[in-house]
């Protein structure tokens, strides 16, 4: 067997069945995401509108593609027409945009407001207070091309297990308070390859695996 088929029953064992896993699969060639397919995988996380697009375009159309990424405005719409879940929502602007293309299509794009959970500046996401205000305003709520499901956070990139744990507990804490008020809030997409057990402790209900997955990364993306 292949280490990517090792690799994906491996971590598919240890996950919960609730558990979604994302395989997230930048900078690697088809070969390899096929080799991920063929041992049944079928959603694929990438960062690169244009990179997921190119690999859209040659894949089986069975596949779930999810922009785990930051997205430009202006990009949207070269994946407006196949991608199932934009991961990174940070704005009332970009969720306009995501619904004024999905409906050229006629399709219903899922969404995933991010959350600034890591101490790093470089991470991207809103504010407990500005997702909730995002999930309030009129509207969003007359938004009828996009879904949002839930809410995404990214842990800082440390070996401290303590300070991923309390920055995973924000976004878990935060989720916990708005399920009762917006009930289709049903997705936690947090846990990386070296956080995703962390992730899971803390209640995530998708975790988005690369490296694990592909092996490591020859340039940073
Ligand atoms: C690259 C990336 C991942 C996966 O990272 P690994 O450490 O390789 O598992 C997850 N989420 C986001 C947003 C990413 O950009």
Redesign the pocket.
């Known amino acids: 067997m292949n280490s990517i088929a090792k690799n994906l029953q491996h971590i598919r064992a240890t996950l919960p069945d609730e558990v979604t896993l994302?395989a997230?699969s930048?900078t690697k060639p088809v070969s390899d995401l096929m080799e991920a397919y063929t041992e049944g995988q079928r959603i694929f996380?990438e960062?690169k509108i244009q990179e997921m697009t190119e690999k859209w375009e040659v894949m089986p159309k069975d596949i779930a593609w999810h922009m785990?990424?930051h997205v430009q405005t202006n990009k949207v719409k070269y994946m407006a027409p196949y991608v199932t879940m934009i991961?990174?929502v940070d704005s009332l602007k970009l969720l306009k945009e995501i619904n004024k293309q999905a409906e050229k299509h006629n399709r219903i794009i899922q969404c995933l407001l991010q959350i600034k959970i890591a101490a790093e500046d470089t991470k991207f996401g809103l504010t407990p207070q500005e997702a909730t205000e995002i999930l309030v305003d009129k509207e969003a709520l007359n938004l009828p091309y996009v879904t949002i499901q839930g809410l995404?956070g990214?842990a800082t990139f440390t070996e401290d297990t303590i300070q991923i744990s309390k920055e995973f507990q924000k976004v878990t804490t935060l989720f916990q308070e708005l399920q009762p008020k917006f009930p289709a809030l049903k997705v936690l997409s947090i846990?990386?390859?070296?956080?995703?057990t962390i992730a899971i402790n803390s209640g995530s209900t998708m975790v988005?695996?690369?490296?694990?997955?592909?092996g490591?990364?020859n340039y940073v993306?």
């Open positions: 994302i997230v930048k996380g960062n785990i990424g991961h990174a995404m990214m846990g990386m390859s070296g956080d995703y988005r695996v690369g490296s694990a997955i592909f490591h990364r993306k």
